[in-house]
């Protein structure tokens, strides 16, 4: 009797440890689930930043991120000054200031939950933003392999994956029908950027040089030695520009097109060195739109894709 006592007390205390630790991992459970994140980024500066939900109020340093982000369901409470990329959702919004130039004071007072940073210029503000326990996403979106992972970090933040994942496949289809009609030939082009400081030269990591590079051109400029601040351009040198031979010129720029085109014409008018390049020779000198060139044409990449081979190739672009 005292065994068959021990055995049905024994069963009884494993019965009820047994409940106990289920309630206990029940709630653990519970716990886990309730403290969750609902996403967890790794931004282009290489941080990890966990969102613990779905921001609400988000400020963008650039205006190039305001047209992704809102085709996968995204909206800002704040965004920057943009005479070129202003979608028509954001007009109305909060200005923080030009591009180059954040107030970050007009940051905070849009009471963010979440601020998008443009890598190479608005690192800075991290400090004041965690300091005031706003996180922060470091967003890099030049090349069109940016452009299609940051469209995926968007979707994250947004938890619309499918809507990302869509807008990728439309974006590679339209690019995939201008590179299947560009003909298999190679083009030896230098793309130079011109602003009122001068000239400097694109390298491949640049919006023009990784699109000619795409469409399987040669940039003469490739191997140069790039900028000590700018790792995506070269120094501009004319005596180089005329060892390198190339068939073809792009020009990108900032500031007045008019003004740009005018300097330009003069300066090849009144050197010879200018005048020996191929390229000038056979009339080959072409401008690209600030719109799609200057700044990330972000959803607008198959257009500049095709804008790029319709200059070369008029015939096929019809």
């Keep these: 009797m005292h065994r068959n006592f021990c055995m049905v007390f024994t069963g009884l205390f494993l019965l009820t440890a047994a409940a106990l630790f289920a309630g206990c991992g029940a709630e653990k459970s519970a716990k886990t689930e309730q403290g969750a994140s609902f996403a967890v980024i790794q931004d282009d500066m290489g941080r990890e930043v966990k969102l ?29 000054d943009s005479k070129t990329k202003m979608p028509d959702y954001a007009k109305d919004k909060a200005s923080v200031g030009e591009v180059y130039q954040i107030d970050v004071e007009k940051v905070l007072a849009c009471q963010p939950d979440l601020v998008l940073i443009n890598k190479g ?34 979707a ?114 009144e050197s010879p060195a200018w005048q020996s390049i191929p390229a000038i020779k056979q009339g080959k000198l072409y401008y690209l739109p600030q719109d799609l060139f200057l700044l990330s044409p972000g959803l607008h990449y198959p257009e500049a894709f095709e804008m790029m081979a319709k200059l070369i190739y008029p015939e096929v672009f019809q």
């Design 52 to 80: 613990s939900k779905k921001p609400e109020r988000i400020v963008a340093l650039s205006a190039s991120f305001l047209e992704p982000l809102h085709a996968v369901g995204g909206d800002v409470v704040g965004r920057p």
């Design 121 to 154: 210029m608005n690192e800075k503000l991290i400090s004041t933003l965690e300091a005031n326990n706003v996180p922060s996403i470091v967003i890099d979106m030049r090349s069109y392999e940016d452009v299609k992972r940051e469209i995926k970090t968007f």
């Design 156 to 269: 994250q933040i947004t938890g619309e994956k499918e809507k990302g994942d869509a807008l990728i496949h439309e974006m590679d289809a339209k690019i995939e029908g201008v590179l299947a009609r560009v003909p298999q030939e190679k083009k030896r082009v230098a793309i130079l950027h011109s602003t009122s400081q001068g000239l400097s030269v694109q390298l491949d990591g640049s919006i023009a040089g990784s699109i000619a590079k795409t469409l399987g051109w040669e940039n003469v400029a490739a191997g140069m030695t790039p900028l000590e601040k700018n790792p995506d351009a070269a120094p501009y040198s004319m005596e180089t520009l005329v060892e390198q031979n190339p068939e073809i010129i792009f020009v990108t720029s900032m500031g007045k097109m008019d003004e740009i085109k005018k300097n330009m014409e003069k300066t090849i008018a």
